[in-house]
């Protein structure tokens, strides 16, 4: 099987969020299970800088816009990992400082922008190599599905061609102005409350909703809440009314990154075969962020995060002051929104030795907190799949989780002997801080802490479970399409 990975970015060249993880993660697997996997990524400034001299392979794709034309150059980024990657240069849509946005707002002309990138990743593969299946990814790549089935439906080849549509966060959908449909080519007949329109303005997540063949998201509990009105962004009647071909499909881990027994960014080696190394880790840790006074029975909390009310750090901003009454420490590594930047900042400066904080993101300091804390907090708001609770499970570290989307599907609460973390249900700070005592309490029982820390780092949460479930998801519309 053929699948084409249409996704705005991919790690290692490019990525704001766990977007970026899945695509540069998931193709490997495909491929090594025996499909044959392109992705195409958009050449921004931040690609080009890494990977300055690539061959061309298409010279220009003449991708046509009301009253004029743009120019496509596709690139040639070789095999990586099995992967054949292209990346599409035009530099007057992605030769900027960042993805998608100035400090000011979303950069104006990203209809435009993502317009072409759609529409060249269908062009692209006409010439390249029509696949089985195309696989968008967000609002960025929505109008694949939705050119498929409009711009492309009298296509001999294309329109037997299924597209599938991952929705990694539904709160990022991409509105644009209504007078946009023309101008990125569609008719106004598709305008509409069953289509693209809401709320008067052109909504691309929705049509990607409404026009692909099938529809994942990054968690079972995922799927589940975004047919409710709370999680659902406007959005959940298309989602329950699509719940027949919405498949939630967790995200996996890469464990050639994330794995304690082999990891260069920390201090020492461990599994749950010895632990022994976790206590240097945490050593380690301690000391680099100044704690070296902290005695082995004070608990270390970690937080590696987006400092965002998403993520819960209303909650945690709630708590903080009588949290530090108890025998814990905090360590902290994220940026943000800035209130939460300059609360956390000024209680790092008020309790020195209670709290520490560093407003950036440092891939290093990520896996020493990962390796070196007990416990690893994630009281998110919503939390599409989450990474880090799968993370600190390998790592030993214990999670702390609100009950929602993909934490509520990973994290079983310690009873009788079993569970790998602690949650709590509520959202509100109370029923987190709860959670919290609970897991420093039982912190103090070293027995049951470890017998907890090794039942986390024995499960597997690797991407060969879920590429199984995507490859039937494809199958699945594969077949469906040549039926239609």
């Given at each position: ?140 790549a929505a109008l694949v599905p ?240 989450g990474l880090n609770q799968m ?18 599907d990973t994290i079983v609460e ?71």
């Open positions: 099987m053929h699948i084409v990975f249409a996704a705005s970015e991919c790690v290692p060249w490019a990525k704001t969020g766990g977007l970026a993880d899945v695509v540069g993660a998931l193709p490997p697997v495909l491929v090594r299970m025996g499909h044959r996997v392109t992705t195409f990524v958009p050449y921004y400034r931040q690609v080009a800088r890494k990977l300055p001299d690539l061959p061309t392979v298409i010279q220009s794709l003449t991708i046509p816009f009301p009253s004029y034309q743009r120019y496509v150059r596709v690139l040639d980024g070789g095999i990586q990992d099995g992967v054949q990657v292209y990346f599409f240069d035009c530099p007057e849509m992605f030769d900027r400082e960042s993805f998608y946005a100035t400090p000011g707002g979303d950069y104006l002309d990203n209809w435009e922008r993502f317009s072409l990138y759609s529409r060249a990743v269908i062009e692209a593969s006409k010439i390249l190599g029509v696949p089985d299946v195309f696989h968008a990814h967000d609002w960025q939705i050119y498929l089935r409009s711009i492309y439906f009298f296509d001999p080849v294309l329109r037997k061609v299924p597209c599938v549509f991952t929705i990694h966060n539904a709160g990022y959908q991409g509105w644009f102005p209504a007078d946009t449909m023309p101008r990125i080519m569609l008719p106004w007949d598709m305008f509409t409350l069953e289509k693209l329109e809401a709320y008067d303005n052109v909504n691309l997540l929705k049509g990607g909703l409404v026009y692909a063949d099938a529809l994942t998201t990054v968690s079972r509990r995922y799927a589940e809440e975004i047919q409710t009105p709370e999680f659902g962004n406007g959005l959940d009647d298309i989602f329950r009314r699509r719940s027949g071909d919405l498949f939630g499909i967790l995200n996996g881990v890469d464990y050639d990154q994330w794995d304690p027994a082999r990891d260069a960014h920390i201090a020492a080696h461990y599994s749950a075969d010895n632990l022994k190394g976790k206590k240097e880790c945490r050593r380690d840790l301690l000391h680099a962020f100044g704690l070296d006074h902290v005695e082995d029975t004070t608990a270390v909390l970690g937080i590696v995060s987006r400092f965002a009310t998403q993520k819960g750090f209303d909650l945690l901003a709630g708590i903080l002051h009588e949290l530090i009454k108890d025998d814990v420490v905090l360590i902290a590594l994220g940026t943000g929104e800035e209130y939460y930047e300059r609360l956390l900042s000024e209680l790092a400066a008020r309790y020195p030795d209670k709290v520490r904080v560093d407003i950036r993101y440092d891939n290093t300091t990520a896996h020493k907190i990962e390796a070196g804390s007990d416990i690893f907090l994630m009281p998110s708001h919503y939390e599409p799949s993370y600190s499970l390998r790592y030993g570290t214990v999670p702390v989780v609100r009950s929602t989307g993909g934490l509520e310690l009873h009788e002997g079993q569970g790998n973390g602690f949650k709590f249900h509520g959202y509100n700070q109370w029923d987190f801080l709860d959670a919290i005592r609970r897991a420093v309490a039982t912190f103090q029982n070293k027995e049951q802490w470890e017998a907890m820390m090794r039942r986390g780092m024995e499960q597997d949460f690797s991407w060969n479970k879920p590429a199984e479930e995507y490859i039937r998801v494809y199958e699945r519309v594969i077949e469906g399409r040549a039926w239609s």
